[in-house]
C-alpha cells in the first residue's frame, strides 16, 4: 500500500476574510457635507463673479452715455458739414462752368453785355412830389 500519494495538500476551502462593514450613514453624512460645502463655494464664488460683474457695469454706463453723447453731437456736426460742402461744391461748379463764364463776370465784376441795356427803377412818388414842387 505504498501507492504514491498526491504532492498537493488536500484541497481545503479557503477562508476569506470578511471585510467590517463601515458603517453607510457615516459615508452617505460626509458625501452630503461634502456636496453642500462644494455648493455652498460655487454659490459664493458665483456671486462674486455676479458682483463684480454688476460694479464693472455701474462704472462703465456714464462712460457709455458720454460716448453717446458725443456721438450724437459729433453726426450732428457732419450733417451740417456736408450740406456746407454741397454747397460750396455746387458754387465750385458753377464757377469753373464754362457756359456760366458770363453771368459771373457779370455779377462779380458789375460788367455788363454792351448790348443790354440799364434798367434803372424811378421811384414813382418822387416824380409826383417833384412835379408838384414844381406848379405853383
Not at 38 to 62: C, D, G, W
Amino acid at each position: 500500500m505504498n501507492a504514491i500519494q498526491p504532492s498537493t495538500p488536500p484541497l481545503q476551502p479557503i477562508q476569506k476574510r470578511r471585510a467590517v462593514p463601515r458603517p453607510k450613514r457615516h459615508l452617505r453624512q460626509r458625501s452630503h457635507q461634502v456636496m453642500v460645502l462644494e455648493t455652498t463655494a460655487k454659490i459664493a464664488v458665483n456671486f462674486a463673479i455676479s458682483a463684480a460683474a454688476v460694479s464693472a457695469l455701474v462704472q462703465l454706463l456714464p462712460y457709455h452715455w458720454s460716448q453717446q453723447e458725443k456721438l450724437r453731437e459729433i453726426r450732428t456736426e457732419v450733417k451740417l458739414m456736408e450740406g456746407r460742402v454741397n454747397s460750396l461744391q455746387a458754387e465750385f461748379s458753377r464757377n469753373f462752368d464754362p457756359r456760366q463764364t458770363k453771368s459771373i463776370m457779370e455779377q462779380q465784376g458789375y460788367r455788363f453785355d454792351p448790348n443790354q441795356l440799364p434798367v434803372v427803377i424811378v421811384n414813382q412818388d418822387s416824380k409826383e412830389i417833384e412835379a408838384s414842387d414844381s406848379l405853383p
